[in-house]
């Protein structure tokens, strides 16, 4: 017996939404309206009473309402082809993942091993030898329609999924890739594909369009918002594998932009996998937008309700990783096998006219804080704090003077405020005309010790009027200098000439003459690799963000170092100075974030993005640490 209406749904629109219609004696008000109640409102839509449009990632969430409807009310249901394909292809991985969750053991595992080798397939382009690690990634995800890569940072995950990528494309599963990745990761999917292949795919950065014959788009979050149109068309128009690095940045789902723009382009692609290191920066319910990513609207389903609450508790994370086990993989930091970096710690001793600022100034704070106090309120305050006393620890210069106006716009503290005339401003005044900070007296002749022996040397600072300083200061050594205004090649546009990231690490890499990175961490917070080039950094000065330092040291210190390279990572600690304090406090750090890359469950930790570079003082552990600094001085020095 026929129904006794029709609802007709097409996928419609780029990017795509399913947009219902009917004719108004067909179908009952009751149903229509409840439509968009339970499958919600495609942005930009104007639903009425004949035709509206709802998400395709909804109405595939919401199928089975809508089939128990329509039963309910007698309405028949007729598709578009491009919908139905669709349609079915969800059932099939609803299908696949429970299958997958179901599967014991020993069962996944003969599925793994049963992986063959993608590099001997036949028309396979992949020709890297992977690291064992690698390799059981590797078959492991090819086990899955989608998979999670959840490997410490510098683990070598892009080899790792264009070995995926190749494997889909030779069985006919995809015929394109779309990476979306921050900018600093672009470099990274290039170099990496000239390794993976022997011959490699055309690989484009987009820029709104996308030449005829690109077989690769790496684009990043940022751009989504006003391109999704031309993307979701690009996706469409193929097979479609669709890859997110640094995943973690669209934690925040629906919630935010970034993640509302992933989770359209999702249902779109023929495979999706995601990449991260740090894939719960904040918690367990990090993970609802992720899984939702590679298995849409089946998060609520495969984790655990105590991670769907608002507050998780944090054994919670246990249950996390036990939950989705069978859908991701996880390489820690001990499996690299890389030889531990040699650390020394070089002693500086300030001249007279610096010391005497800094005692001063240090003095100064002892006398406006009530240093009893280690409340989470005055952590942004006391960072404050802290970046002065690393300024006058390191060069005295920059509490004085602002360059071009780079500094105030990539500080993140306000100008210090010394009345002119005190004690303490003339100090800072004469300091100039009479000292050259011995910080970068050492550093001069550590670059010219490694120059001569043939090593180049890599230049961290916070500051950028030290960055700037140390460029004219080892001029003869031609450095290479990048920070947050040297823009990235999309940014620069075509001006002819300009000094882009880009240009600055080809010349670090490629010309013998230049010997020195100069390098601000929020700049280079992730995605660079120097280990081919560089095995010496030397830290100008820290602040108490752990993580900073981690990832910096991974800029150098990654797989792929040949066994045996010695790799020399050199602090420069201004003695009795905020230095030591934060030495201290970074080491007892690194050491539970390193414990955590080495644990094979999930953990919540993040390390800073070039989106969030995190806080110059994290806890109260840091705070302590800042005061009983502070105070340890406060009877010997001079008052300002």
């Not at 006219?353 to 406006?368: H, K, P």
């Not at 210090?416 to 401003?425: D, E, F, R, V």
Request: proline content about 6%; aromatic content about 6%; overall charge negative.
């Amino acid at each position: 017996m026929s129904p006794a209406g029709m609802l007709q749904a097409r996928l419609v629109g780029r990017p795509p939404v399913v947009e219902f219609s009917r004719a108004a004696a067909d179908v009952p008000d009751d149903l229509w309206f409840a439509l968009p109640v339970q499958l919600g409102s495609a942005r930009g839509s104007r639903n009425g009473a004949q035709r509206l449009a709802v998400p395709v990632e909804r109405f595939l969430g919401g199928r089975r309402w809508l089939a128990e409807a329509c039963t309910r009310y007698d309405v028949g249901l007729d598709f578009n082809p491009e919908l139905l394909e669709l349609l079915q292809r969800s059932q099939l991985e609803s299908a696949a993942l429970d299958e997958r969750l179901a599967a014991t053991p020993s069962v996944a595992a003969a599925a793994q091993a049963a992986v063959p080798d993608v590099r001997v397939a036949a028309d396979s382009r992949y020709i890297r030898d992977l690291r064992a690690f690698q390799d059981r990634d590797l078959r492991k995800l090819l086990t899955l329609d989608h998979g999670a890569n959840f490997s410490v940072p510098g683990a070598g995950k892009t080899s790792v999924a264009y070995g995926i990528y190749e494997s889909a494309r030779v069985a006919g599963q995809v015929d394109r890739l779309l990476v979306v990745a921050p900018l600093s990761a672009f470099e990274s999917w290039e170099v990496e594909a000239q390794s993976c292949f022997s011959t490699p795919p055309r690989i484009q950065r987009f820029a709104g369009h996308i030449p005829h014959g690109t077989e690769v788009v790496l684009v990043n979050y940022q751009r989504l918002e006003n391109h999704l149109s031309a993307l979701a068309g690009w996706l469409l128009e193929g097979r479609a594998h669709l890859i997110l690095d640094e995943a973690h940045r669209m934690k925040r789902g629906r919630s935010g932009q970034w993640g509302t723009n992933c989770l359209n382009l999702a249902p779109l692609a023929r495979r999706r996998d995601i990449l991260t290191g740090t894939p719960a920066p904040q918690g367990p319910r990090d993970f609802i937008a992720l899984v939702d990513f590679i298995w849409p609207n089946q998060a609520r389903r495969i984790l655990p309700g105590a991670a769907l609450v608002s507050d998780p508790a944090p054994e919670t994370m246990g249950d996390v990783s036990q939950a989705i086990e069978p859908l991701f993989v996880r390489t820690t930091k001990s499996e690299l096998g890389l030889d531990e970096p040699h650390l020394h710690v070089e002693p500086v001793t300030m001249k007279p006219l610096q010391r005497n600022i800094y005692d001063a100034l240090r003095s100064r704070y002892v006398g406006m804080f009530d240093l009893s106090r280690t409340d989470q309120s005055l952590l942004a305050q006391m960072g404050e704090v802290t970046m002065y006393l690393l300024e006058a620890a390191t060069n005295p210069r920059l509490l004085a003077r602002r360059v071009g106006g780079d500094d105030a716009v990539t500080f993140r503290y306000p100008t210090l405020a010394i009345a002119p005339g005190s004690p303490l401003s003339e100090l800072i005044a004469r300091y100039t005309d009479h000292e050259m900070p011995p910080k970068f007296e050492k550093l001069a002749q550590a670059v010219a010790t490694n120059a001569a022996a043939g090593r180049k040397t890599l230049i961290w600072s916070n500051f950028i009027g030290n960055l700037l300083d140390l460029e004219r200061l080892l001029a003869p050594h031609q450095p290479a200098l990048i920070y947050g205004a040297i823009p990235h090649e999309e940014e620069a546009g075509s001006l002819a000439g300009t000094r882009t990231r880009e240009s600055e690490l080809g010349r670090f890499r490629n010309d013998a003459r230049c010997q020195v990175l100069l390098a601000n961490p929020a700049a280079m917070a992730e995605g660079v690799s120097l280990h081919e080039t560089c095995h010496d950094a030397i830290y100008l000065e820290r602040t108490f963000n752990a993580g900073q330092y981690l990832q910096s040291l991974d800029r150098i210190h990654r797989l792929g170092l040949p066994p045996g390279t010695e790799t020399r990572i050199t602090f420069l600690e201004s003695e009795s100075s905020i230095d030591e304090a934060v030495d201290a406090r970074v080491g007892l750090k690194a050491q539970r974030l390193g414990a955590m890359l080495d644990d094979p469950d999930l953990v919540t930790m993040a390390l800073p993005d070039d989106d969030d570079y995190g806080q110059v003082i994290e806890d109260v552990e840091d705070l302590a640490a800042l005061f009983a600094h502070l105070e340890g001085a406060e009877d010997q020095v001079p008052a300002a």
